[in-house]
């Protein structure tokens, strides 16, 4: 070691090779267990070399495979022989296509080998090394979402025996990419991801319980359906009573978070779009027609029959208009003579103002006596159309009746009683079905005693719901209800920050100063477009800080755009240039210390204040070099929380993560994350050159260092379905 750190590198490889060659000698388990620790010191070192040659990559293989069988209960040789060999097939498959590569025997055997490395290091893997067996857990599934269907490489996930194979709780750690994959390839009961779910769901029936209750939601049939076989094969066979509850809990919750009131609402305004804007009716019809299915069944609660009550009979009106415009589209098209789109919404006022004039001229005629000749074909479909639109305009009428009246009422409900929008969960008691977020791997949970009877409704644009949950453990549990989102992305950020935190705590740089940690909080979607998120105390927005402290003061909120349009009263028409001088001139007209005096005042000594201000310092530096990772923008005041106690800064909504943001057509964040000067103020003296610069470039180091765990987690992410659709931007019909 002292030759390799001093840079004789060819002198310590040749020191480290004679004394494995003179170890061999030896036949004693201590002799066995030193030259294995030998291979591997010779297996790194030779890999480290810088510009490797393939010769001296197949030599480090081959010292991992001779100190894995050395010694057997080497977590180190298994990992390093599984991600040596994990390495030989990228590489292989990076030159060429996977059925090219996969029909070469080397490249074969060296997948068989990574998977096989992979199983043994996860049953080998202890707490102390958490990031490295999760590094392997991410690889083994990256190797099976790309060649699982291998007969060979499927055996060493799941033995034909049952015995063997990756540890089954291992697979909790990785459980939202599991269940992602659902339906999207093959879920028989012979494939190993239907295997691995049924075995996981016996024995952890509360871990898939939500995931599950959150597949059986989904618009394709067949994700569905094999959500509802893993259901039955697994959970439901030993917990069913759990199962019917999970069930009952997930779509009650649902229920509670997205209002009739607010499904029109939203409905009616997509709608509107589709239909005035772009002129669509197919998309404005798919939208209506499965709310007024809804409607039509009937409802379920007092607040539903109150809905109906109210807007009920304005509703089926305008259900029967839709229905008439459909009869005429359809005589329409049994004419045989559509062979032009349909018209946008723009070009009805104007058909309907030339019909009135035709139908003006015809009673005119008729007056004088004239008899009608018989309608040819054209005039019989010019007439179809004009009595389709006629039907929708009369609809939209009603529609827009409807929405004047619910946009209304809907400030009015800032709490919603249990009793009157879902009387199901109020009689939930002592349920077997945990707490979201409760659930440990050894089975410990807190389960739910009851639901509180109240739930209060924040008074955002996505109206949130704040509601609370009464453990068997006579804790109270908090959680906010968010509907109109999906939370499945979220689910997957904090996966990452898991991974961080788990390498932050590793590495002796980072773990002397303990609270290097992203704060995470329980994150369970319970549907495509609603989840339930876990309430952390005590902290605040930035927004809301900046705001109280300038309301007090008498300040208004947004002094810096007032400032800016007293400069430039026409800012929009100016150039770039000029934007940017009005933006500076703004800033020196104004203080922004906001911040740094909350800190300031909300400390109640100045060694509190100290204390809070380095938290505060670092717990920025870390989300800054983390979310920089991730690509993670809409960094707004709004989605920065601060810890009142500590001072620590809590990010929260991960919905535009991979740079997404950075690429949208207005407004494109060119930021890797978020430093402005209210933010830097609030450092004090040192501003970014003091605690928050020496933090982000030890946290840097430690992500770079352990690029292969980062990198492992991020083309999980990769082999993600909603990920990959999110990506893309290409989301089929009837895909999530």
Same mark, same amino acid.
């Given at each position: ?30 002799? !066995? ?97 958490? /990031? ?96 509802? /076989? ?27 978070? #997205? ?70 589209? =359809? ?200 989840? #339930? ?19 007090? !003061? ?26 940017? =001088? ?8 104004? /203080? ?14 100045? =060694? ?88 982000? =470039?030890?946290?840097? !180091?430690?992500? !770079? ?32």
């Amino acid at each position: 070691k002292h030759c390799w750190r001093a840079g004789r590198e060819s002198d310590a490889l040749l020191r480290a090779e004679g004394l494995a060659e003179a170890l061999a000698k030896e036949d004693d388990d201590d002799s !066995r267990k030193l030259r294995a620790r030998c291979l591997l010191r010779v297996g790194d070192w030779k890999l480290a070399q810088q510009d490797a040659t393939p010769r001296q990559q197949k030599d480090a293989a081959d010292a991992f495979r001779a100190a894995a069988s050395l010694d057997g209960s080497s977590y180190k040789a298994w990992h390093a022989w599984a991600l040596a060999n994990y390495r030989a097939v990228q590489r292989a498959t990076r030159r060429r296509t996977d059925a090219a590569a996969l029909s070469r025997p080397e490249v074969r055997a060296q997948l068989v080998a990574a998977a096989r490395g992979f199983v043994r290091a996860l049953a080998l893997g202890t707490r102390r090394r958490a /990031a490295s067996a999760q590094q392997d857990l991410l690889n083994l599934l990256n190797l099976w979402f790309r060649f699982g269907r291998q007969p060979d490489v499927e055996a060493q996930l799941v033995p034909r025996d049952e015995e063997g194979g990756a540890p089954l709780d291992a697979w909790l750690g990785v459980l939202p990419q599991l269940i992602a994959r659902v339906g999207a390839g093959d879920s028989s009961p012979r494939s190993a991801l239907y295997q691995v779910l049924a075995r996981l769901g016996a024995r952890h029936p509360q871990a898939l319980a939500y995931p599950l209750a959150l597949q059986l939601k989904s618009p394709r049939a067949d994700r569905a359906a094999a959500a509802r /076989a893993i259901i039955d094969a697994g959970p439901r066979r030993v917990a069913a009573r759990l199962v019917e509850q999970a069930l009952l809990v997930s779509e009650e919750l649902v229920r509670v978070a #997205i209002l009739w009131h607010e499904k029109w609402h939203e409905g009616l305004e997509e709608a509107s779009r589709l239909y005035f804007g772009d002129g669509d009716v197919e998309a404005m019809l798919a939208i209506l027609k499965p709310l007024h299915a809804e409607l039509d069944a009937g409802p379920t609660t007092l607040r539903e029959a109150s809905f109906k009550q109210a807007f009920g009979r304005d509703l089926r009106e305008a259900a029967r208009c839709l229905g008439e415009y459909e009869n005429c589209v =359809e005589k329409e098209q049994a004419l045989g003579l559509d062979d032009t789109p349909r018209r946008k919404a723009s070009d009805v006022a104007e058909d309907a103002a030339a019909a009135a004039v035709a139908a003006d001229a015809k009673a005119a005629a008729k007056e004088r006596g004239d008899e009608d000749e018989p309608q040819s074909p054209q005039s019989q479909r010019a007439k179809l159309r004009d009595d389709a639109d006629a039907a929708l305009n009369q609809a939209w009428d009603l529609y827009y009746t409807v929405f004047r009246r619910v946009n209304k009422q809907l400030p009015q409900l800032t709490t919603l009683e249990l009793r009157y929008v879902s009387p199901a969960l109020l009689n939930a008691r002592s349920l077997e079905l945990a707490v979201p977020g409760t659930y440990r791997v050894d089975g410990s949970a807190a389960r739910i005693a009851r639901f509180s009877p109240s739930v209060h409704v924040i008074t955002s644009k996505q109206r949130p719901r704040r509601l609370a949950m009464r453990g068997e453990d006579g804790r109270e549990y908090g959680f906010l209800l968010k509907g109109h989102e999906d939370l499945r992305q979220d689910e997957r950020a904090m996966q990452l920050f898991g991974l961080a935190n788990a390498l932050l705590a590793k590495d002796r740089r980072t773990s002397e100063h303990g609270h290097l940690l992203i704060q995470r909080y329980a994150i369970t979607p319970l549907s495509q477009n609603c989840g #339930i998120i876990g309430w952390v105390p005590a902290c605040d927005t930035l927004h809301a800080l900046v705001r109280d402290f300038r309301d007090a !003061r008498k300040v208004v909120l947004n002094v810096e755009h007032r400032v800016m349009l007293q400069l430039a009263p026409d800012y929009d028409a100016l150039t770039l240039p000029q934007k940017v =001088e009005v933006f500076h001139a703004a800033l020196a007209n104004t /203080a922004g210390h906001d911040l740094s005096k909350v800190l300031w005042l909300k400390s109640s000594h100045s =060694e509190q204040w100290l204390e809070r201000r380095t938290h505060y310092a670092r717990s920025l530096a870390v989300m800054s070099m983390v979310g920089h990772i991730l690509g993670l923008g809409d960094r707004h005041p709004s989605n920065l929380m601060l810890d009142r106690r500590t001072g620590k800064v809590l990010h929260i909504d991960f919905g535009d993560c991979f740079e997404v943001a950075m690429h949208r057509d207005k407004f494109p964040e060119r930021v890797p994350f978020r430093l402005t000067r209210m933010l830097v103020h609030a450092m004090e003296v040192s501003g970014v050159e003091g605690t928050y610069r020496l933090t982000c =470039e030890r946290v840097m !180091r430690v992500l !770079r260092d352990n690029r292969d765990s980062l990198l492992s987690m991020l083309e999980a992410f990769i082999h993600d379905p909603l990920i990959s659709w999110r990506l893309l931007g290409a989301q089929e019909p009837g895909d999530e």
